[in-house]
């Protein structure tokens, strides 16, 4: 039970089309994250599974009944909001309770729930508080107690995390990725904070202007990403892309020519790209100090020390609009204005074409998982 | 090193000479406010004859309380006429109540065609002074054959509050956040399941401001009322009866200003209770801001 499907589904506002015919479908138990930036639909998809929004062309299926018209309590499920959404004059008993007032459960029954929930989310010691005499996360805690005493299949979030303070947001990722373990429910997430995504998905749909334009693991999305606009948005700061002339290609690759260097990529070739114009894309953090596979001189202009890492900004001839941005471990020896050789290797390297469609890696995601174990 | 523990913000700061502009400014705003209450005040603790002495004094001699007594001999139907101001704005107020939260619910809510006409026509009424309407309310009220009884002095004044009560109510129910609709919605809550354990509760603060306005206008437009659609003693309210100190000779000024006092006590007792259930930000903890 919890399995949920989307076939086809489009949500419309007037003229236009916010959701654009999306398919997914997510297996019992698994924790689903929705990305992508403001606007992209995400919070609309997730409000029509909740059944907050109407549905204008296709199906949502939940445990293979469609539910389009069904009420948000007979489609069992239960949402968190990002304004947390608490009843300010109930406690936090009463706020919890709530749903099961409504089922008109009986007193024990709703004790023994409420009581149970509490300690989950360890707030035992404020059931007889009110809303406002809460911190943000305990009030966020109180608003997922409310979702856990109706035991939904299926949980959702609405950002539920972005109020939060940056310390806090960590505490509060570590306990849902503990409930969903306990819990054992399948969980719809959205948010547009990458870490969130990265962290607590089993699975991660990137959404695009109301098109889904990855699914896929946390992993495959940073390691494999589909298109540009994935490689973009996964990973902070984001993939740098340079213009590329393909030369050739062979069993071993792609060959392109960077900045006069010939550089073989291991990706499946396809036919007749020579002589096209690509995109090489790179990770700040996989460019390194000195020589690689290829090399370029830059002239950092903004340096940001971390002390775990150096960022370095570099405006590149050709390219003022967009920095190109390298990360280098722990604290390095590169100033401002000062040329520095680096170098990337060509095994770390994306190639896109000029739809932005990314050729395919030849990198086995589960080896890379086992080296980094 | 000298403290300074003055706990107040840089813009909260004033120099002397603007502290006492300020001062000067709120003593004369509460004079003009103030001083017809307290020349009515002192007035009615004054001998009836040292009213008419010259020069006139402003301070009472031999001052006392002897008028609250005696009103109520000179005026023996006066109790009655409390009873039925009271009687009249609590029906009304009550009546609109009932009538306003939740209309003002629904206009703050749900979307429906032609709520702007309506809300602009209830803005429209209300700005019609009710002195132009009596002479057809008259004619609808004899009709109805409801001339000398409350309710023509109810039902008249319920329908000149409720614009107004709806346009209030409806401004502080918009500002209730609609995610506490959702997330019963999703708790399986029904609409008005919603409207009675969640918005209600939380509207009680707005709901309490429109009766103390409601109750004060009720009270204030039954004189018009009462003396258009009414002639029978036993139905009069407190602003006409006032009219029975105006003697065929002479009128009793320290009376009539007791009795004015005691009138509008009740009144008062009322908005003191009412306004003691105001708190402010029962919203709080609802949802981030």
């Known amino acids: 039970m919890g399995q949920l499907s989307l076939k086809n589904v489009v949500k419309t506002f007037g003229m236009i089309e916010v959701v654009k015919g999306v398919n997914l479908d997510v297996s019992e138990g698994e924790f689903i994250v929705f990305v992508g930036p403001s606007g992209c639909g995400k919070s609309t998809l997730l409000r029509m599974i909740a059944g907050l929004e109407h549905t204008s062309a296709g199906d949502i299926v939940i445990d293979g009944k469609r539910v389009n018209d069904l009420a948000p309590v007979k489609r069992g499920i239960a949402m968190v909001f990002q304004s947390y959404a608490l009843y300010p004059h109930m406690t936090v008993f009463e706020n919890i309770a709530f749903p099961l007032r409504v089922e008109g459960a009986s007193n024990d029954v709703i004790r023994q729930k409420v009581e149970k929930a509490a300690a989950i989310l360890h707030l035992d010691q404020r059931l007889q508080q009110r809303p406002g005499q809460l911190s943000g996360g305990q009030r966020q805690r109180v608003a997922i107690g409310r979702a856990i005493v109706r035991e939904p299949e299926i ?18 990722r570590i306990e849902l990725t503990r409930l969903h373990k306990q819990l054992g429910a399948t969980m719809i997430y959205v948010t547009h904070d990458q870490v969130e995504a990265m962290t607590m998905a089993d699975r991660i749909v990137v959404l695009n202007a109301g098109h889904i334009a990855q699914v896929g693991a946390p992993l495959e999305l940073y390691h494999k990403p589909d298109n540009t606009f ?48 690509l995109l090489l894309g790179i990770r700040p953090e996989h460019i390194r100090l000195g020589a690689g596979d290829a090399s370029m001189e830059i002239a950092p202009s903004v340096v940001e020390r971390l ?12 390219q003022e609009t967009d920095f190109f941005c390298v990360v280098l471990p722990g604290s390095q020896s590169v100033t401002v204005d000062a040329p520095v050789t680096v170098g990337l290797m060509a095994a770390d390297c994306h190639l896109f074409d000029g739809d932005g469609k990314a050729f395919e890696r030849r990198i086995d995601l589960k080896l890379l998982a086992a080296t980094a174990a | 090193m000298a403290r300074d523990n003055d706990t107040r913000t840089m813009i909260d700061r004033y120099t002397w000479w603007e502290t006492v502009l300020i001062y000067l400014g709120i003593f004369v705003f509460l004079f003009f406010l103030l001083s017809p209450f307290i020349e009515g ?19 009472p001699e031999n001052g006392s309380f002897a008028a609250y007594v005696s009103m109520w001999e000179s005026v023996p139907g006066f109790a009655r006429y409390i009873f039925n101001s009271f009687l009249i704005s609590t029906v009304a107020t009550t009546l609109v109540l009932l009538l306003v939260v939740p209309a003002a619910y629904a206009f703050a809510r749900f979307d429906f065609r032609g709520m702007g006409l309506v ?8 700005m019609f002074s009710g002195a132009v309407l009596l002479i057809p309310l008259f004619r609808l009220m004899r009709t109805l054959g409801l001339l000398n009884t409350y309710f ?13 009560a709806i346009w209030l109510l409806r401004t502080y129910m918009m500002r ?8 019963a919605y999703m708790d399986g809550a029904s609409q008005f399941y919603t409207f009675r354990r969640v918005i209600l509760p939380i509207a009680m603060p707005g709901i309490i401001v429109v009766a103390i306005v409601t109750f004060i206008g009720a009270y204030s437009q039954q004189f018009i009322f009462a003396l258009t659609f009414n002639s029978k003693t036993e139905y009069m309210p407190l602003p006409v009866g006032l009219f029975a100190y105006f003697g065929k000779q002479e009128v009793i000024w320290n009376e009539l200003m007791a009795a004015s006092f005691v009138g509008i006590a009740p009144a008062l007792i009322i908005i003191f209770f009412l306004q003691r259930h105001l708190v402010g930000g029962l919203t709080a903890g609802a949802i981030k801001q």
Do not use: H
Request: glycine content about 8%; charged content about 10%.
């Open chain 2, 152 to 164: 023509a002095m109810i039902v008249p004044g319920v329908a000149f509050l409720i614009p107004s």
């Open chain 1, 155 to 172: 949980f959702l979030f609405d950002e539920p995390l972005s109020n939060l303070d940056a310390s806090l947001r960590a505490d509060m």
């Open chain 1, 307 to 318: 002390g775990q890492q150096t960022i370095a900004y570099v405006t590149l001839p050709g």
């Open chain 2, 119 to 126: 809300l602009a026509a209830f803005l429209a009424v209300s």
């Open chain 2, 41 to 59: 005040f002192l007035v009615s603790l004054k001998p009836l004859a040292q009213l008419f002495s010259s020069p006139y004094r402003f301070w």
């Open chain 1, 230 to 277: 994935v490689a973009g948005f996964i990973g902070n700061p984001r993939m740098n892309l340079l213009p590329v002339k393909c030369t050739g290609t062979s069993a071993a690759g792609v060959t392109v020519d960077f900045n006069g260097q010939s550089l073989t990529l291991p990706v499946t070739p396809r036919a007749g790209i020579e002589g096209a114009s």
């Open chain 2, 176 to 183: 209730i956040p609609t995610e506490l609709n959702e997330a």
